[in-house]
C-alpha cells in the first residue's frame, strides 16, 4: 500500500484548474455536473483513505478495541509513519465527521424553517408569496408539488412585469434541475477535504449560470434576465444569514449579468483535449481516476492484511 494511501488526500489539487476554466468556457449544465462528480468522488476517495490510515493510528493505542494481531508489526508496516500519521487521521476523521454532520444540520434547518414560512400560506400554486419586506427569492425544494417558488412582497414590488416573469423562471429552473442536490453534494466533499473548496465555490456559480440560461431561454430576452438579477442582487443585498434567502447561492453577480449580455454559451459536449479547459478537465478526471483506484487498492490491501492478522 505504501505511500499511495495518501493519493487521494492530495489529488483533489488536480481539479483547481478545471474549477476555474470551467465557469468560464464551459455551458453551465455541463461544469454543474463535471465538478460536482469530480468533488463528489475525490471526497470519497480521501475519507476512505483517512479511515483506513485510521485504523492502523487505532491500534497503537492502549486499551484499543481492535483484535491484538491488527497492531503487529505487518500492519504497521502497511502505512507509512504509522506512529504520527495514523494516530492524527483519528481527530482528522472525527473532525470530517463533525463538519459533514454540521453541513447537514444546516440544509435540514434552513429547509424546516422554510416549510414552517409555507405552511400558513393558503393555496395550491406553485408561487408561494410571503408578506415579507425583507425583498429576496429563492426555490424551496420538496412537498407534494416537488417545490416552490418563494418570493417576497418586498421584491415583486422592486421589479417589473417582465422581469418578475424572469426571476420565476430562474427560480423553477433550480427546482427542475434540483441545483440543490448538486449544490449539498459539494458541501459535503469541501468538508471532508478542504482541497475541494475551490469546487464548491465554481458550483454555487455555476447552478446561478445554469438557472439564468434556462431563465433566458424561457422569457426570450437576456437583457430582461440580467436587469431582474441585477435589480434582485441590490433589493437583497442585506439579507443575513440563516434565513430562508440562505438556500439562495447568488454568486458573482456582476459575472452573471456580463454573461447574459453577451452570447448564449454553446451546449457542447465532451471539451477537446487540446483547449486550456479540455487540458484541465481530463487532467481532473485523471485525478479523480488514479484516487479511485488508489482507494480501491489500499482497501483491498487493508482488508487482507487484517484479515491475515486477525485470530479465528
Not at 158 to 182: I, Y
Not at 285 to 303: F, P, W
Request: charged share 15%; hydrophobic share 50%.
Amino acid at each position: 500500500m505504501g505511500v499511495f494511501v495518501f493519493l487521494p488526500l492530495v489529488l483533489p489539487l488536480t481539479a483547481w484548474p478545471v474549477a476555474r476554466l470551467a465557469e468560464q468556457h464551459l455551458h453551465p449544465r455541463t461544469a454543474t455536473r463535471l465538478l460536482t462528480g469530480v468533488s463528489g468522488v475525490m471526497a470519497l476517495c480521501s475519507t476512505v483513505c483517512l479511515g483506513l490510515v485510521m485504523v492502523v493510528g487505532t491500534a497503537q493505542l492502549p486499551g484499543n478495541p481492535l483484535p491484538d494481531g491488527w497492531s503487529d508489526p505487518e500492519v504497521r508496516e502497511a502505512v507509512p509513519y504509522d506512529e504520527v500519521v495514523g494516530k492524527a487521521a483519528i481527530p482528522a476523521l472525527v473532525a470530517v465527521v463533525v463538519l459533514c454532520a454540521r453541513v447537514l444540520w444546516r440544509h435540514r434547518k434552513v429547509r424546516r424553517q422554510v416549510h414552517r414560512a409555507l405552511a400558513g400560506l393558503p393555496g395550491a400554486s406553485e408561487v408561494a408569496v410571503l408578506p415579507d419586506d425583507t425583498p429576496y427569492a429563492f426555490a424551496a425544494p420538496g412537498g407534494e408539488r416537488g417545490g416552490r417558488v418563494v418570493v417576497t412582497t418586498g421584491l415583486l414590488g422592486r421589479l417589473a412585469s417582465g422581469e418578475r416573469r424572469a426571476l420565476f423562471a430562474h427560480e423553477r429552473a433550480h427546482l427542475a434541475a434540483r441545483h440543490h442536490r448538486f449544490l449539498l453534494v459539494t458541501r459535503l466533499a469541501a468538508a471532508a477535504n478542504p482541497f475541494l473548496l475551490p469546487l464548491r465555490t465554481a458550483v454555487s456559480y455555476t447552478t446561478e449560470r445554469w438557472a439564468d440560461e434556462e431563465a433566458a431561454r424561457a422569457v426570450g430576452d437576456r437583457r430582461t434576465v440580467a436587469r431582474a438579477i441585477g435589480r434582485a442582487a441590490l433589493a437583497a443585498h442585506a439579507v443575513p444569514w440563516p434565513t430562508p434567502a440562505g438556500l439562495a447561492a447568488p454568486g458573482p453577480v456582476p459575472r452573471r449579468v456580463a454573461a447574459l449580455l453577451g452570447p448564449a454559451p454553446a451546449a457542447r459536449g465532451r471539451p477537446s483535449l487540446f483547449t486550456a479547459v479540455g487540458l484541465a478537465a481530463w487532467t481532473a478526471a485523471a485525478g479523480t481516476a488514479v484516487s479511485a483506484m488508489s482507494s480501491a487498492n489500499c482497501t483491498v490491501t487493508m482488508v487482507v492484511i487484517l484479515h491475515a492478522a486477525t485470530p479465528l
